[in-house]
């Protein structure tokens, strides 16, 4: 079930559409060219958490793409809007809020935008609650690339996510479960739908590290919010350049993200890695405290 | 104007549908996630040309993301509802007609695919006749990874060009028309939205030279009934690596694609090349022939 908002000047407080029925344009450029930005936040008690973060990334996605950016207001009004009516309609619930941005119907210049709450799915936690297994796999670009060549969008969000559903196929035709990427030239970088972190517990100083932003990855809102409240709560932190080895000799390797949140790997390539469940049941009521 | 012809199985002729009114599921994959594939094919006479070859390349495009691809019988009358359609709403035009497949809306394993039919746009080809100015953009993946790396779809013609219409923007905003991708070992690669085709003259000998698929390009049907029906005319034919050396030194530099025929490239990166009115005559009517 899904309560879909679109922003829309003539309804201030976002416009409550069927999510039943068709509702974009077949000539709309996110459906035909991949062209517009997003992001998925979690709501929990009726309340999007981590909202400012994710429209400032969101902002900064449109950006990269030359796409005006609707006002912040008007996302956060119909984010309310939304959760109000799927309170309504699902009951009290942890929801998946999707924020979508597309350059519209090709030729008329009037972007589409527009906000889709649903409940959490029960599979996506339980799934990640057994361990992730992992494979490795070359993103095809070298850690270095991003801000020499704006045009390939390498920090921005974008609709164009074909590659990291393939990427998530093709891990899943090899029996495992989830993609780290790697550069052309051997870094960590991140998931097709999340970020990496290690943990790494040295001479009693327990240290967060998590590949550079530089590298042409997405800057996650969750890592983020993560490592500040890690940091607050004794943690060290760290940024890459991080190698393969790096993961396989860490005391704990996570995906994280907004709706799965910490999810613990437990393979790589194959090969078991170190996992702690005390570690990540730590860092998610970190994180959670956090939200 | 538009005509819209879905493919269903309840309408063996294809469903026509009002392409001025919202048709698609806001949570289609294809606009959430540019998770599809398409193609763009001319009409002429109400004839869709080269529709083997696209439908071929199509069905490759699909296999790449694992979609199932819908009979080709019904793709060809949904193209052929569309034409007829689109002669009686617009008369007799050339046409843009765009096949395109998603994977559907999350969860269903439903695929949607639909076909647009429109006139093609007079700027389209005024544009062209002038010569483009090119920019060189690094595409940021080297010119071997296509093979080791299929996630990466590098050979398939998906829906998530945001990059694509990014590099586009990028080279408008430096004054440029159009963009030619290098890799980043410095190989020519292929435009955005076209292949590259040169013609050098030798002792007599007229040749026309490509990149190689195997640079993870994608094959361009334009291209190849370009190839041929030069070659029935006495050319000879070549495929690269090319690098933007050759470029320079080329008698003429075209980007080819199926509604713009062959545009003539008349500098790169500000510098200019040499062209050929001639030639571009002798070419285009030797695709022309062949369509």
Known sequence: MTVLVFLDPKFPEGRLADAAVPQLMAADLGATRGDGVFESMLAVDGTARKMD???DRM???AQALDLAFPERESWERAVS???SELLIQAGPTEAVVKLLLTRGVEGT????AW???????AEVRERTAEGLAVLLLDRGYDSTVADRAPWLLLGAKTLSYAVNMAALRYAK???ADDVI???SDGKVLEGPTSSVILAVEEDGVKTLLTPELESGILPGTTQRALFDAAEAAGWAR???PLEPAHLMEADAVWLVSSIRLLAPVTSIDGTPIPSSPELTEELTALLRGAL
Chains 1, 2 share one sequence.
Do not use: C, D
Request: glycine share 14%; no cysteine.
């Open 115 to 121: 906000v889709a709450a649903s409940p959490v799915p």
């Open 59 to 61: 902002a900064s996605s």
């Open 81 to 83: 809007t939304a959760l």
């Open 173 to 175: 035709a090899q029996g």
């Open 238 to 240: 760290g940024y890459g």
């Open 181 to 183: 990427f790697t550069s």
């Open 109 to 112: 210049g009037s972007p589409s």
């Open 53 to 55: 973060a994710h429209l």
